[in-house]
């Protein structure tokens, strides 16, 4: 189904190279449908190649999808040009008022920063909060994911002593759950961080559960009770070469960054890596919405319950 973006947006020309379904906004208003509101909080650099690899996995909604960008009042961007911003997204506070059946919260390469230590932290809680009674279904990435648990049930963070950076093969430990509906017992997923949120910490919030780990790579995929927040510790939105640049960008600082596991073919980075997680990406993208957002969120978004923690 078709996702609703400006025709000028850079993801808009990409995704339709694809043959993946976009639609121009005039061409939505002319429809009479509600369409699902995702609404999107990149605070990733790397925000035009984020938003196109996100609203590519969002293309697999059951609805026509509004989505709405937005970035932090609270920190200004270095890596993306300010007409960019100025053009496709929203600052939270603009939109505090309105309502939304899904929310994304991106990751961010603050990870070894302690939390109140980021200089958009008090907005970034200001969103978690706003989510309980303003969104249905939240979905947190990687360290947005790390800032949500500790945000919401005090769940800390442990720094790694090498950087976690590969694709990884994970094992799905709860299989009846509908977000993880129809997924292979093992399958992978792209991990890039330094840090880390331990299993047992998981396990002692009745309210949360693990539904899938990886023996390498730890806790991946986790959920409230309420199947109303998800946080996932890796990043299945990367595109192919998204850890490529990543290492080369390392590689090119003096860094001297761990090669990528299970990523470049017999571990030579000048050989093309082959992408083994797209189609786990696009299922799971899929669940979300369908099982977790359309099938559950009101048709008045006003009459959204507020999520109790």
């Known amino acids: 189904m078709p996702i609703n973006i400006p025709r000028n947006l850079p993801a808009f020309s990409v ?7 976009v639609m121009s906004q005039d061409a939505a208003l002319r429809q009479e449908i509600r369409p699902l509101r995702v609404a999107v909080f990149n605070i990733m650099p790397t925000k035009i190649a984020t938003e196109t690899q996100l609203l590519r996995l969002l293309s697999n909604t059951p609805l026509q999808t509004d989505v709405t960008l937005l970035h932090p009042r609270t920190h200004t961007s270095k890596t993306t040009p300010k007409e960019h911003l100025n053009a496709f997204y929203k600052y939270f506070d603009e939109v505090r008022d309105q309502r939304y059946d899904a929310l994304i919260v991106t990751g961010a390469p603050v990870e070894i920063m302690p939390f109140e230590e980021v200089n958009y932290w008090e907005e970034l809680c200001e969103l978690f909060e706003w989510s309980k009674s303003h969104v249905y279904s939240t979905l947190h990435i990687c360290w947005g994911a790390q ?28 299989p009846h ?13 792209p991990h890039s961080r330094h840090t880390y949120t ?13 539904l899938a780990v990886s023996d390498q790579a730890g806790v991946y995929l986790i959920s409230h009770t309420s199947d109303r927040m998800f946080f996932l510790t890796g990043h299945t939105e990367y595109d192919l ?50 099982f977790c957002v359309y099938q559950q969120t009101p048709y008045d978004l006003n009459d959204i319950p507020a999520l109790v923690i």
């Open 15 to 21: 995704l339709q190279s694809e043959n993946v379904f």
């Open 198 to 210: 331990r299993l047992e910490d998981i396990e002692a919030h009745h309210s949360l559960s693990a």
């Open 241 to 290: 070469l998204t850890l490529d640049s990543e290492y080369r960008r390392d590689s090119d600082a003096g860094m001297n960054p761990v090669l990528p596991f299970n990523y470049y073919p017999n571990s030579n980075p000048d050989k093309t890596p082959v992408n083994t997680w797209s189609a786990h990406a696009s299922l799971f993208y899929s669940n979300w919405l369908n």
């Open 177 to 189: 759950h509908p977000i993880i509906k129809g997924f292979d017992a093992v399958f992978n997923v």
């Open 147 to 174: 800032a949500a648990l500790f945000h919401h049930f005090g769940i800390q963070k442990f720094p790694l002593e090498t950087k976690m950076s590969g694709v990884f093969p994970h094992k799905v430990v709860r």
